[in-house]
Every structure is written in C-alpha cells, then in structure tokens.
T-cell receptor, first 110, second 116 residues
Framework: RKEVEQDPGPFNVPEGATVAFNCTYS??????FFWYRQDCRKEPKLLMS???SGNEDGRFTAQLNRASQYISLLIRDSKLSDSATYLC???????????FGAGTILRVKS | EAQVTQNPRYLITVTGKKLTVTCSQN?????MSWYRQDPGLGLRQIYY???????DKGDVPEGYKVSRKEKRNFPLILESPSPNQTSLYFC???????????????FGEGSRLTVL
C-alpha cells in the first residue's frame, strides 16, 4: 500500500463548479500535511498547508481528519486556470522527508 | 531572483553512458533533494542532503549517486544509466530540515531524461 494515496482522476468540471479531492495516508505518526499544485510540464509548487482546524485561502479550503487519516481539498467557483494536478503531501514524523501522492488531475472546462 | 537551476533540461542518452544532472540554488538553503516523477507513482525521493558533506538515501537510491561539496550545488550522477531510469527528475531545496515542517520545497524546472 502506498504511503499517500489519491484518486488520479481526471475530474472534469465546468467553470463555476465546486470540486473536492480526498487523500489518505497510512502512517498515523505523520505530523504535517500540505497540498501542492503542478501545472502540465512544470514543477510542483506549494498551494497550502492543512491544519487540524482546517484552513481557507480564498476559494480553496483544506481539511484534515486525523482519526480517519485523510485530508481534503475543496475548490469553489472553479476557474479554467485551476486546471492542474493537485498533489497531496505528508511530512513524516521524523521531519526530514516530504512524501508525495501521485496526484489528482483537475480539468476545468468552459 | 530566488532560483533552483537544473541542467540539462532534456537529455536522450544510451544505456551505460555516465551522465550528471546538475542542480544549483542561490537561496543559501541547507536542505536539497532529488526526486523522480513517473506516471502513477508520483514524486519519489532519490537522495537528500541536510547540509554540506551530509547526504542520505531516499526511497529509490539504486543506480544513483550524489555529492554535496558546496552548499549551492547538489549534482545527481547516473554512473551506468538503464532504461528504467527514464523519468522526469526534480531537484528541490528548503531552508533547513526544520523548515520542512512548513512544507515548502522549492523545485527546479525539471530534467526529462530518456535512456535508450
């Protein structure tokens, strides 16, 4: 079993839609969590951190459920420019490695 | 401008011909790491370095070597490349091990390597 698992998609949604991705992690000792965004043929970039209390950044909301060992990313009012691959990332307890999921592809269409 | 620079960006080579992918950063970061990205497998860590002269294996180190003689450079060496090393390679940096808790890695633009 992979340490971080994501639905690869693709999620095809119309502009303006709300879309949510989940990610599960297997190591219960994982201590911090993040979402990265990767555009086609580009490098990954940090989108946002995921806190136990949840956090929101504009149209993006991230949630953490430690009991069920999953994190989620909600995107409201999708834009064409949101089309990308979203990577779920977990920092192991010893803190010196970030483990990446394989990514979820989002395609927003007009 | 803060940068992580990888070279070459694209390379086609043949089995067994030694090659080096260079990575250089101008942010004075302590932590540097190499990943490979393959479809369906995501980013997998090859090697990482927490400081000069300190390197450690990641999850998929076989067939690779690294060195960290200077803070700014972290080259990835394929002594005898094989077709299963065909992949997209990323170098990444962070301010220090502690800053990994913030989750922010700075990536180079990637090096697409094909081994025939």
């Amino acid at each position: 079993r992979k340490e971080v698992e994501q639905d690869p998609g693709p999620f095809n949604v119309p502009e303006g839609a709300t879309v949510a991705f989940n990610c599960t992690y297997s190591n219960s000792a994982s201590q911090s969590f993040f979402w990265y965004r990767q555009d086609c043929r580009k490098e990954p970039k940090l989108l946002m951190s995921v806190y136990s209390s949840g956090n929101e950044d504009g149209r993006f909301t991230a949630q953490l459920n430690r009991a069920s060992q999953y994190i989620s990313l909600l995107i409201r009012d999708s834009k064409l420019s949101d089309s990308a691959t979203y990577l779920c990332v977990v920092n192991r307890r010893n803190g010196n490695k970030l483990v990446f999921g394989a990514g979820t592809i989002l395609r927003v269409k007009s | 401008e803060a940068q992580v620079t990888q070279n070459p960006r694209y390379l086609i080579t043949v089995t067994g011909k030694k090659l080096t992918v260079t990575c250089s950063q101008n942010m004075n970061h302590e932590y540097m790491s190499w990943y490979r990205q393959d479809p369906g497998l995501g980013l997998r860590q090859i090697y990482y370095s927490m400081n000069v002269e300190v390197t450690d294996k990641g999850d998929v180190p076989e067939g690779y070597k690294v060195s960290r003689k200077e803070k700014r450079n972290f080259p990835l060496i394929l002594e005898s490349p094989s077709p299963n090393q065909t992949s997209l390679y990323f170098c990444a940096t962070a301010g220090g091990v502690g800053t990994l808790n913030t989750g922010e890695l700075f990536f180079g633009e990637g090096s697409r390597l094909t081994v025939l």
